[in-house]
């Protein structure tokens, strides 16, 4: 009788201990912070960012809380992501200017040694006039963005498959986001005249350099239309806002979406094009993080792209009737993408900073030597080229 007594206080003295595990264990569970949203921001969005116990381990222990300045080894952690995107960046730059300058050379040598007397100036206008520099121009461009932007992936442990796995986006968004996109391009278009006029009125200007005589045959144009319409705005999604955005997302997710499209405007290193290139980057890095993928942002990018270019081919090839009702078409659906954006803003919050991720965006990426050097080497560079002009 003793013996039955015993085994069931034994079943019931355990079945308690279970019970008490369980309470410690969800308490704990509780009281950890999320790895995927550490500083608690309603505005950010978790998944993007992914589990920040790899920068910060200790947020594992239960009770742990994030500090408002970041200990040394976490920001050594976090600087390196800042530094892995800075790396990227000033390669892609480097490596692909040094390219197309030493194969223009090679190409340059190998027609003047089979054409004798043959001005190099003429060479040159036949090389960027026919679809020699554009195909290089493609071919280089491309390599290197993907290149570069799968080696960031690598090097901050994020894997390709994140790039296009996407989140609750159908076709009626595409086409409420390319309407937005035009709203967002004809803003930038005013812009930049009034820029223009005011550098004008101190003898320079921000034209687009020695445009002029590119890829003036039919191959050469068809080259670069499909580079300007279909491989840079996919090959370009894939380094800014595959790669560039989610390296610099670990902490600060508003400080990457403005860092990302400015690296992506001073990219063009000219002024109209910059203006478009980070207003429109601003929105193709929100929808980014909303869909948590780059293909919304493909999509927008090779649309704008494309009506770019054919308001351009219009612009040369139609009477000046024809034109303006080309551009009433376009103003109508820019006038339809303000209420898409208002009402796309108002549901999708662009990411705010709280003050402990304020302290891990840009005071932790200014730290960060590598990056600092690739914001300088761009912006010197795109004074450069206005200035030169």
């Known amino acids: 009788m003793n013996e039955e007594l015993y085994r069931a206080e034994i079943y019931s003295l355990s079945r308690e201990i279970q019970r008490l595990n369980r309470q410690i264990d969800e308490g704990i569970k509780k009281n950890a912070p999320d790895k995927l949203n550490p500083f608690e921001n309603p505005t950010d969005y978790p998944d993007f960012s992914g589990d920040y116990s790899d920068i ?44 197309m300058y030493v194969l223009m050379v090679v190409i340059r040598m190998i027609i003047q040694s089979e054409s004798n007397g043959v001005n190099v100036n003429t060479i040159y206008y036949y090389m960027e006039s026919t679809s020699v520099f554009a ?122 979406v403005f860092a990302s499209a400015f690296f992506f405007g001073i990219g063009h290193h000219n002024l109209p094009q910059f203006v478009l290139a980070f207003l429109i980057g601003i929105f193709l890095a929100h929808i980014t993080l909303k869909h948590n993928s780059i293909i919304p942002a493909v999509i927008v990018h090779i649309f704008i792209n494309s009506m770019s270019n054919a308001i351009s081919l219009a612009d040369m090839n139609l009477g000046a009737g024809a034109i303006v009702y080309v551009e009433s078409a376009v103003f109508a659906v820019a006038v339809g993408g303000i209420p898409l954006l208002l009402k796309f803003r108002e549901t999708n919050k662009l990411p705010s900073t709280t003050p402990p991720q304020s302290r891990r965006g840009i005071a932790v990426a200014k730290k960060s030597v590598i990056f600092v050097i690739s914001v300088v080497v761009q912006v010197l560079y795109t004074v450069y080229l206005i200035y030169s002009m």
């Open 135 to 256: 195909g290089l121009n493609m071919l280089i461009y491309m390599f290197a963005n993907i290149g570069f932007g799968f080696l960031g992936l690598k090097m901050a442990h994020i894997p390709k498959k994140l790039l296009v796995r996407t989140r609750n986006f159908d076709f009626i968004k595409a086409i409420a986001y390319c309407m937005i996109a035009v709203f967002i391009w004809t803003v930038s278009v005013f812009a930049s005249a009034g820029i223009n006029d005011i550098f004008v009125r101190y003898g320079y200007t921000t034209d687009v350099m020695g445009m002029d005589n590119i890829a003036q045959s039919g191959i050469g144009f068809a080259v670069m239309m499909i580079y300007q319409c279909v491989v840079a705005p996919i090959t370009e999604e894939i380094f800014f806002r595959g790669m560039l955005l989610r390296v610099f997302s670990r902490a600060n997710q508003r400080f990457a």
């Open 56 to 99: 910060m381990p200790e947020i594992n222990a239960p009770d742990c809380i994030v500090p408002l300045d970041p200990a040394p080894m976490e920001k050594h952690r976090l600087k390196r992501f800042y530094s892995v995107g800075g790396w990227c960046v000033l390669a892609q730059f480097v490596l692909s200017n040094i390219l």
